[in-house]
């Protein structure tokens, strides 16, 4: 199995210095493939449905792999779990967003799009708004050849509430209804954990609806640590049974980290990549895959 990083933590790493050297870092820190975040951008996020947000943000992912790295997959662009919308504003505001970004996939070859659904207190409510979302985007994801990966989210910012995109069953709710390949699931193994649900369960509950992943270790809250960095008593996640996990269900997609740099300092940027890497070729490997 392939191992992957999110783009933040290797810009962090190497000083923001343009997502080509940060691959190359990622690449010489033995990482193969990168977790595109479209969130980081230091822009508005109404930049991203222009036409120099898909200039610029296809270059940036043609820049990845001249360095040799891969795109296993990119995050879409999301509003803070404590920031409500209704319905109306919701698509008025992502939607263009989500459907340039898509293009964007499309152009740099991008697999899967990993996206935060909308919610709100109603969970039928928000089930018929999403799925209406996910029908509209659906010719899109068709045409650029692009898997949509529902992640599992929680509400309430640091409260960790019940989003109705929290369990394995809310989200497979979702894939079931539109039943089309273009739609599946990415697992956050620490949103799992802080919403009180068993990440290892989830992975045998999607089985091969699970494209993507987003691993690391939680100290209580959703702080996004390298896996086994916490101690059992705060992160309870067992993550040789999570490769097993993976093994058993024939896992496709990369063993992807979503972890922070924190604040170690400058020096320190390559070795913090150097450790993750050699984690999470760890827990790949004994995948098996």
């Known amino acids: 199995m392939k191992i992957s990083l999110a783009s933040h933590a290797a810009e962090l790493a190497t000083g923001k210095s343009g997502f080509g050297p940060a691959a190359a870092a990622m690449k010489s820190a033995g990482f193969d493939a990168i977790d595109f975040s479209l969130c980081d951008y230091d822009r508005p996020m109404e930049w991203l449905a222009t036409e120099d947000a898909f200039r610029t943000i296809v270059a940036d992912m043609e820049a990845v792999k001249a360095a040799g790295i891969e795109i296993g997959q990119c995050h879409l662009p999301y509003l803070p779990s404590d920031v409500r919308r ?11 967003l989500y ?5 964007m996939c499309g152009a740099a070859g991008c697999p ?34 692009v898997t949509l990966a529902i992640e ?12 109705h995109i929290t369990t394995a069953d809310d989200i497979l709710r979702y894939v079931e209804t539109i039943n089309d390949p273009h739609v599946a699931v ?3 193994v620490g949103h799992a954990i802080i919403s009180k649900n068993d990440p290892i369960y989830m992975v045998y509950r999607f089985g091969h609806h699970l494209v993507a992943t987003h691993i690391h270790s939680t100290g209580r809250h959703d702080n996004h640590t390298i896996p086994g960095s916490n101690p059992y008593w705060l992160d309870p996640v067992n993550y040789k049974a999570l490769s097993k996990a993976l093994h058993d269900v024939q896992y496709t997609g990369t063993y992807n980290l979503e972890v922070g740099y924190c604040f170690a300092p400058s020096d320190a940027g390559m070795p913090f990549l150097q450790l993750a890497a050699a984690v999470a ?5 004994l995948t098996g895959l």
């Open 86 to 96: 209704s319905r109306t504003e919701y698509v008025a505001e992502l939607l263009p």
């Open 99 to 103: 459907e340039n970004c898509l293009r």
């Open 281 to 285: 070729r760890h827990f790949a490997g």
């Open 186 to 188: 990415c697992l956050d």
């Open 112 to 145: 899967i799009a990993v996206i935060h659904l909308y919610f709100e207190d109603d969970a039928d409510a928000t089930f018929e708004a999403n799925v209406a979302m996910l029908r509209a985007l659906l010719p899109l994801l068709r045409e650029n050849n």
């Open 152 to 163: 599992n989210i929680y509400a309430g910012g640091s409260k960790y509430l019940d989003s």
